[in-house]
């Protein structure tokens, strides 16, 4: 095997209490991302500046939201869409979506965002 080849990294199970453990850390990955988004639009003047600088922008959010994503996916969690976060439970998913305050939903494989209940 070469130098470059990567292999396939290991896909990451969590215990409810791993998760739990992990959440602070993506809660506040995905805060920092939210507010360099909200920080890069804050800097524009008008709506023609916007268009003026469409490309520009666009590049420079989606920088900022695949960084966001290698974080994400670095603690083990799959990133589901925008500020949108999994963790694998080996059954289904703890679900969280920004700015929501804990870590509190689950959904199993088939259902999805929209299946999503309430943990107790």
Known sequence: MSETTKLPSEHKIFTYQE???SFPAVQEATAQAVR???A?????????EMED??????????????????TITGFGCE??????VDWDSGDGYYCWKFPEETLCHYHGY????????QIN
């Open 36 to 38: 360099r988004i909200e």
């Open 19 to 21: 998760a739990l453990e």
């Open 79 to 84: 990133v589901k869409g925008m500020w949108l």
């Open 53 to 70: 600088r469409k490309a520009e922008l666009e590049e420079a959010c989606q920088a900022i939201v695949d960084d966001w994503v290698d």
């Open 40 to 48: 890069l639009v804050n800097t524009l003047g008008s709506r023609e």
């Open 110 to 117: 088939d259902e999805g965002f929209a299946g999503r209940v």
